[in-house]
């Protein structure tokens, strides 16, 4: 499927904001930047900052990625570098490396006409491109974006912008503006949809009710982005700062059920326990990112699949007569692999996951060494986060295994012996009948209940 001759290409004209009208500068630019500008210039390319970094900063924020727009192709640019590697199938790209400095540099897009014989660009039945090599002019790169905030481009040679959809009045205004067709462009790649909520967040931007209506109404087209793209995509949303707002933004456009289609029908009730989890572990994360504290993507999942897959362990505790420790272990990997077919979490985030998932029965079982063992455990903090998350929600036992857990760690080792022999008061009796033995010590110096 590629653009017909009834759908003509749109046509844009810059607008051309000179240094004086803008307060951007090429010192906003990393130094980085300003020399893969500066070197495809002495290389007679065009060659322009654009997108986020001329966005954030006429925003008044600190752009933290750098993007370049050239009309030289990826083999060109890499003819410029030596620290260069081209990556990508879908958009060929070009990876300019300084350390730790990635500074993408994309060529310009070109328009797709339905009589191309160029086999560089490919789109499936539903409009989505799957193959996108078709080259073209800074024209047709500014109809090819997105939002119209991001078809700004940054000359470095004089320091004016290149204005092409009126990014300038959305920035004013603070609205998300997409570029052409709503629906067409979402069909292109349904990832818009994502951006869309994402930036009406970060910026602090609305997206009218139009785009809303629209939205809601392709949400499903997500399933057609591949899972491991999606991953990302997931982590930039609730992984920012931002996530509890965006998750409301998410569900507000029908989106986050299509994301988290395992979820189907448990968080309708906005008081439910389902719902009340993910929030208010959201807003921790968002709390430890403002704070500079460190976050993994495995509690997010952690918290957002432990419902269903409670649930699942529940039901086949009931069908099968197993016992809770192998439903458990059979709930979480069908869970997981239920999920994973529409975001593919790595597999060192899904190990910790269940690790986090399986402590949580391990931390009702207070006796004696066992206590001290599960201390000790690589995931025990994490572990513990998450029970006092459920604890908020859940209250009753799950509250009160939650405070015990935390005194314990806060007494001294005194008051923890007195601590687990108030759990166990007979644990201390030998059965009738039974030959005395001698009990091992503990950290605490007492007996231990594991004989």
Known sequence: ??????????????????????????????????????????????????????????????PKDFDVVTNATPEQIKACFRNCRLIGRRFRLAHITFGREIIEVATFRGHHVEDAKDTHAKQNRDGQLIRDNIFGTIEEDAARRDFSFNAMYFDATNENILDFANGMHAIKHQQIEMIGDIATRIKEDPVRMLRAARFSIKLNMRIDDEMKGIIAAHAHLLANIPPARLFEEV???????????????????????????????????????????????????????????????????????????????????????????????????????????????????????????SLQRRLQKRFGKRVFQLLSHPRFRAAYDFLLLRAEVEGGQTLELAQWWTDFQEAKDDKRANMLKALNPKSGKRPRGGKKRTKPKTETGQPSNDV
């Not at 988290?260 to 309708?268: A, E, K, R, V």
């Open 235 to 357: 982590s930039k949303l609730l992984l920012s700062g931002r996530g509890f707002k965006t998750l409301l933004s998410l569900q507000e456009l029908g989106l986050f059920k299509v994301l988290f289609p395992i979820l189907d029908g448990m968080l309708n009730d906005p008081k439910g326990k389902e719902q009340l989890l993910i929030q208010k572990m959201l807003k921790n994360t968002d709390e430890r990112i403002a704070n500079d504290m460190r976050i993994t993507p495995a509690f997010l999942y952690a918290t957002i699949l432990w419902y269903p897959m409670e649930e699942r362990a529940q039901q086949l505790i009931f069908d099968t007569q197993l016992n809770p420790h192998d439903a458990m272990n059979i709930a979480s990997a069908e869970i997981i692999q239920r999920q994973v077919q529409r975001i593919m979490v790595p597999k060192r985030f899904t190990i910790v996951v269940r690790e986090i998932w």
């Open 1 to 62: 499927m590629t653009q017909t001759s009834q759908e003509k290409p749109l046509r844009l004209e810059a607008t051309v904001i000179k240094r004086d009208d803008h307060h951007m500068r090429l010192s906003d630019l990393s130094p980085n930047t300003q020399r893969v500008l500066k070197t495809l210039v002495a290389h007679n390319y065009q060659a322009y900052a654009v997108g986020g970094c001329v966005r954030d900063r006429l925003l008044g924020l600190s």
